[in-house]
């Protein structure tokens, strides 16, 4: 197993940037790939990016491409999300979560394990 905490939310105004991390522990880090997904308040989850095991292969949804990137340092079994260009559509409850597919997985059900969330809120 793995356990999934997130830092780096807060608030900002619109075309400003945060950085979010997600530190992981329990099993060894490198053998999970990882994802980013978000849900702002009445919508569902969705998916916002994710990295390959040893992060040489990254997705980025379409709304964030761009603009959010996607980042892992497995020595510090940390993932990030650099967000910049923040817009107020951006607003939501921000998740890390990892998974044992081999590949780079989008979809919710690919994913075992869930942070807590962090939230981050953009003003225009």
């Known amino acids: 197993q793995v356990q999934l905490v997130e830092s780096g939310g807060g608030s900002v105004q619109a075309g400003g940037s945060l950085r979010l991390s997600c530190v992981a522990s329990?099993?060894?880090?490198?053998?999970?790939?990882m994802g980013w997904f978000r849900q702002a308040p009445g919508k569902e989850r969705e998916f916002v990016a994710a990295?390959?095991?040893?992060?040489?292969?990254?997705k980025h949804a379409d709304s964030v491409q761009g603009r959010f990137t996607i980042s892992r340092n497995n020595a510090k079994n940390t993932v990030y999300l650099q967000m910049n260009s923040l817009k107020p559509e951006d607003t939501a409850v921000y998740y890390c979560?990892?998974?044992?597919?081999?590949?780079?997985?989008?979809?919710?059900?690919?994913?075992?394990?869930w942070g807590q969330g962090t939230q981050v809120t953009v003003s225009s």
């Open positions: 329990g099993r060894a880090f490198s053998t999970y790939g």
């Open positions: 979560a990892a998974t044992q597919s081999f590949m780079v997985a989008a979809f919710l059900y690919e994913y075992e394990y």
């Open positions: 990295i390959s095991r040893r992060g040489e292969v990254t």
